[in-house]
Nanobody, 119 residues
Framework: QVQLVESGGGLVQLGGSLRLSCAAS????????MGWYRQAPGRQRELVAQ???????NYSDSVKGRFTISRDNAKNTVYLQMNSLKAEDTAVYYC?????????????WGQGTQVTVSS
């Protein structure tokens, strides 16, 4: 059973920083892609950042220059360093991964972690 377990959300002041972590556990062959999505109240879930295995990350325009995604393949973990946080970054952040457990890859989601930026 593959699971994604997130940590690191919370309450932070405007302009502050937070670091999210997401670890994949279970039995699988490889993780072609890991990333983060977010969903604010009343809005659709949107991509924040994504990093392919061995490839370059990509970011939504709204977080470019402020957020950094990275992954540690030895730990099957993806990180999201969030700096210069704005009120509009407030959302539930979901870890997302494409994981290959057999022949075909499947998408997996974490349970979500709340990030609240206060003024």
């Amino acid at each position: 059973q593959v699971q994604l377990v997130e940590s690191g959300g919370g309450l932070v002041q405007l302009g502050g920083s937070l670091r999210l972590s997401c670890a994949a556990s279970g039995s699988f062959f490889k993780i072609p892609s890991m990333g983060w999505y977010r969903q604010a109240p009343g809005r659709q879930r949107e991509l924040v950042a994504q990093i392919p295995n061995g490839g370059s990350p990509n970011y939504s325009d709204s977080v470019k220059g402020r957020f950094t995604i990275s992954r540690d393949n030895a730990k099957n973990t993806v990180y999201l360093q969030m700096n210069s946080l704005k009120a509009e970054d407030t959302a539930v952040y979901y870890c997302h991964a494409v994981i290959q457990t057999s022949i075909l890859p499947y998408e997996y989601w974490g349970q979500g972690t709340q990030v609240t930026v206060s003024s």
